[in-house]
Each structure stands twice: as C-alpha cells, then as structure tokens.
C-alpha cells in the first residue's frame, strides 16, 4: 500500500523531510503545502539582499516547486494555507490563497512544520505601512522595494537579536543611516554581558547609532516621518523601521487540534519527533525540544536543528530509529568585519539550570602573530568546577572564529573537559593557526585553575576588590609597560612592569594578597606565578584590562593584535 504523507510547512524542516522521505521510500506521495509562494529558501540570507550584499534575489531559492517535482517527485502547492486538522479523518482543510477556494487533504502520516511568526505586538501605530517584519522572502522584497523606491535617508531597527543586527548591518551597506534600540542592556541574548560589550563598542565604530535600554511605547507619523516613542526619552524619527523583536512558535493548528503542547505553547514531541497524536510528528521552529547541555525544556529556533529534524521525523515515517538528541544552539554571526559565536550554555542559562560554573576569558590570536594578517579573538569558555567538563563557549573576534567555536561545539556534544582540551590535536601552520590553538589555550588555563596553579578574578569582582584595597587589605598590581599604565588603569593599582618584578619584589607587601592584571590576562598570569614562587598569595585578572574596559565602555574596537607579552604587531 503506498503511505502518503502531507507535510504542512516547507523551508528548512519541511523540505527536509520531503527530500528524505523520497531517499529513503521512491513510492510514497508526498505532497507540501506552504502557506507563502516559496517552497525552500535561504531564510538566513534574507537581510543580505537588503543590503546588496546577495545581489540576485534568484540566489535566495534554494529549491522550487519544479525542481521539486523533477528531482523528487514532490507535489508542492504554493500559496496553499492549512486551516485546521481533522485527526479522527486524518484530514487537512486547505485554502487556496490565490482564488480563496477550499479543499480536504487526507493523509496517512502529517508533519507539521509551521516555523515561528515575527512578533509585532498591540502598540500604537504598529500597522504603519513604513514599519516592517523579515521572516519571509516576501518580507524581504517589500522592504528592499521600499528603499529602492522612496531612498530613505533614516531607518529604525528594533531588536537586537540576529535579525535586528544583521538589518542594522544591511541598511548600512544600503546607505540608510541607522539607529538600533534594543530593550534589554546588551544585543545577542546567546552572548553574556561582558561578551557583547565588544560588539556594542564595534557596531558604534562603524557607524550604528546603538541605544540600549530602549522601550518602545508606540509609533506615530508625522510630516512625512515615522517616529518611534520611546518610555521616558524623546522620539526617534525615520523612513522606515524594521521590527526584530523576536518570534513566537506559530502553533495554532496544533493547538486547535488538541495536541499537547509545551513552553509558549510550543509543539510538544518525543526524541523520535512525534507529537502526542502518533501519525503526527513535528520539527522546526515550533516544537519544543530538550538542550543537550541542561537538560531543559528550550525553544531553539535555528536552521541547523530544524534540518535534524525534519530528516528523524522522515526516518522514523519510514520505520527506521533515529533520535533528535538535543540542541547547544550553536550559532553564528557576521557583522561587517566582526564574527561573534556561541555554543552551549551561557552564565545566565548555567545558573538557571542549577549547575555549577566557572568561566575563563582568553585572548588568542587567529593565527601565527608573525604571519601577516592576523587579529585577535577573545574566548570565553564556561565549564563545571566540581568535573572540568565544558559547558559553554562564546568568541568574538575577526577571523577563525567559526573554526574554534565548532571545535568547542564538538568538545560539548563529546563531553570533553577543560583537560581534553589541552590535549586536542589540531591542525597548525602559521597562516592558519599558532602552535597552541586559542582552543587549547582556554584548556590551558582551565586546566592550570582545576590544578591550583593559577586562581582568578573578574570584572564584576573589582568593585568589592577597591573597597578591600581603600582599606589596606590588598594590592592591585599592574604588570603592563608604563605607557600602558598612563593610557588607563584601576585606581590605586601599582605599577611594575613584568620584566622588572623579581627585581622589584620588595615594592610589595607579602602579607596582603595581589590582584595582578595586564592587557590580555597573558602577563600578569607569568607574574602569578612568579609571586607564588615567593611565597605571594595571588590572583590573576581573566581577560585582561582590554576586557574591562570594553565593558566600563570608555574605548573603542581595537583590532591590533597586543596578546605577545606587551609587543605590539602590525
């Protein structure tokens, strides 16, 4: 008997599944319905168009419903919109959206593959024709038709997630001069505080007008403008604003249905991605789905993930046994010149989860320093203190950082600890790498804490640590050049360069403990330990003075490389 399976939803799950499906059964019908008038598209590619940056909007299809049907022998209907599901009958109500004419569609085996929607929440004047969502591509050519048609000078992204950065990003390659608001204190919420800073100071060096701390009460036009309103701040006026505050599961069918559903009302599935109805599985944006690394019930609405699925869920139509295993939501950005990546948990998602973390903050560069072109990456992995095991990286930088965050990706899905880390044999040769990757140099330093070589301090430590200094109780010391200690340092600290301490030793009280920092955390860490070899009781700074300033917000970007003890290489 030939199994004939409806798929509600194409893009990344759906299409998945389909083009699965016919691998693994060549008689099989498999029909697609999708709401929108493209089956499968580059969904992350979207904001480059808008920028030019993807010049041919052709390069956004990555299957249509022809080459569907002459590949895979698929039936995808275009501008088909589900409206409810019959499960005693096993059918589907459909409506055609071009003509509004209604049809069933029975099936044996249904994958829902909704995706999530824009939210757009009940504000004032939020149904301006001058304020836009991108979710699909039709999104996508309304926006990029509006700048070519009316050339706005001004434009207001709203959110700083990916969608919001990576508009904020095109509208600039577009000549829109451009102010981002984002509610909460940082972008990328995948990001922790102190890893975003980077990228505040960065986006504002190329030309982001950045506000953080923004809340958004409405909209209202007025002489030819749009203007945002802002709680307790003046307006901010523009052509055109883009908002990407975020998507919500879009779930309504399931729901109406009488599925079970999880967080927000998310798509609950098993590991085999079936809902509670058995001939009814789920994949995408809209199931919830269990994080590799916590264990917690998490929406990880990513392309990577919703693949995976699509691909089990035709597995197990098809009577094999295959298991959704969990997300790390891995995931990745470019921002003009600047890549930031992250992988697994962050502090916030660590300490909500209940379990235990440190972290460490390297500085590395991307390859040999003495090879032409290199810059610098900041790293920061988490990992549980009580077993070493690595639970969380992020990496900001310009250059390999895609390499190290999937090798550290890899650790987590491996269970690999600080340990293994130091033990990783990876591929060197001075245009590509150094000899200590920047990965097993954050296995380095984990390794040299477990060890009790090396105990550390942090930026959200200082405060506590100049009132114990104000009291006599410790000693800040600064181990840069002078030059460096003029440009700026902590109040209070003493200043001994590196190759001047053992000589200068006695400028030190040993009966208080020294909290010692350098540019990149390089430095002080060889005076550490050259303190403890005197019997010293020390502490070193993790990231470096260059990492707090980011974070007191008083400098900019710096892309040159200065992680060589001091030396500076151009």
């Known amino acids: ?19 699965r499906l016919r691998r693994l059964d060549e008689s099989a019908e498999i029909v697609i319905l999708e709401r929108s008038g493209y089956v499968s598209y580059a969904n992350c590619g979207l904001p480059y168009y808008i920028g030019g940056v993807i010049e041919k909007k052709q390069a956004l299809t990555l299957q249509t419903k022809e080459s569907f049907w002459n590949r895979f022998y698929i039936d995808v209907r275009l501008n088909n919109e589900a409206l409810s599901i019959d499960r005693e009958r096993k059918t589907v109500r459909v409506r055609r959206l071009l003509d509004g004419s209604e049809y069933e569609e029975t099936y044996d085996k249904l994958i829902l593959s909704p995706g999530a929607k824009a939210l757009r929440p009940p504000l004032p004047g939020i149904n301006s024709p001058r304020i836009f969502t991108l979710r699909t591509v039709e999104d996508t050519f309304a926006i990029r038709e509006q700048i070519e048609k009316t050339s706005p000078k001004n ?17 600039i390659h577009a000549g829109v001069k451009t102010t981002l608001l984002q509610r909460g204190d940082q972008v990328m919420a995948p990001l922790d505080y102190d890893m975003a800073c980077q990228i505040h100071s ?7 007008d950045l506000r953080l701390n923004q809340t958004v009460t409405g909209f209202y036009e007025e002489d030819g403008r749009l203007y945002t309103q802002l709680e307790g701040r003046e307006a901010v006026g523009a052509d055109l604003a883009i908002l990407a ?25 098993n590991e085999r991605m079936e809902t509670s109805d058995p001939d009814i599985y789920a994949v995408g944006d809209a199931v919830q789905v269990r994080h590799f690394v916590s264990g917690a019930d998490s929406l990880i609405a990513l392309a990577g993930p919703a693949n995976k699925q699509g691909r089990i869920a035709a597995d197990n139509i098809c009577g094999r046994d295959s298991r959704f295993d969990g997300s790390q939501g891995s995931s990745i950005i470019r921002l003009f010149d600047m ?11 660590a300490t909500a989860a209940g379990i235990p973390w440190e972290a460490v903050v390297t500085y590395s560069a991307s390859h040999a320093a003495y090879y032409p072109g290199a810059t610098d990456m900041t790293v920061k992995t988490l990992y549980n ?23 550290l990706a890899t650790a987590i899905r491996a269970g690999m600890t600080g340990e293994d880390l130091e033990e990783l044999d990876l591929a060197y040769a001075p245009p590509y790498s150094s000899a200590k990757d920047p990965v097993n140099m954050a296995g380095f330093v984990i390794g040299n804490i477990r060890s009790g070589l090396l105990k550390q301090f942090n930026w959200k ?14 000693t800040l010391l600064d181990t840069r050049t002078e030059r460096e200690y003029a440009q700026g340092h902590f109040q209070g600290s003493v200043n001994i360069p590196l190759d001047e301490l053992r000589e200068r030793l006695s400028e030190l009280d040993p009966q208080k403990p020294v909290y010692v920092n350098c540019h990149s955390g390089l ?10 070899g005197n019997g010293f009781e020390c502490y070193n700074f993790s990231g470096g003075y260059r990492f707090y300033e980011y974070i007191a917000g008083d400098r900019n970007y710096d892309e040159t490389p200065r992680h060589a003890c001091g030396v500076e290489i151009r």
């Not at 030939?2 to 599944?17: P, R």
């Not at 599961?249 to 559903?261: I, Q, R, V, Y």
């Not at 430095?523 to 403890?532: G, P, Q």
């Open 385 to 407: 203190p009580e077993n070493g095991r690595i639970l969380g990286a992020q990496i900001v930088g310009f250059d390999g950082v895609d390499k190290r965050i999937d090798v």
């Open 202 to 208: 960065y986006l504002r060096g190329r030309g982001v």
């Open 339 to 349: 890549t930031a990546a992250s992988t697994g948990l962050n502090e916030k998602a």
């Open 523 to 532: 430095r002080s860490y060889l005076a550490c330990r050259i303190l403890t």
């Open 245 to 269: 505050i975020g998507v919500a599961p879009e779930t309504h069918l399931a729901k109406e249905a009488g599925l079970s559903l999880g967080i927000r009302e998310s798509i609950l599935v």
């Open 1 to 19: 008997m030939v199994m004939k399976v409806l798929i509600i939803g194409g893009v990344a799950g759906g299409a998945t599944a389909a083009a």
């Open 461 to 474: 430590d200082m405060e506590e640590l100049q009132k114990q200094r104000g009291e006599g109780k410790i």
């Open 155 to 171: 434009a207001v992204v709203i959110g700083g997630g990916f969608i919001g950065l990576e508009m904020a990003e095109n509208l």
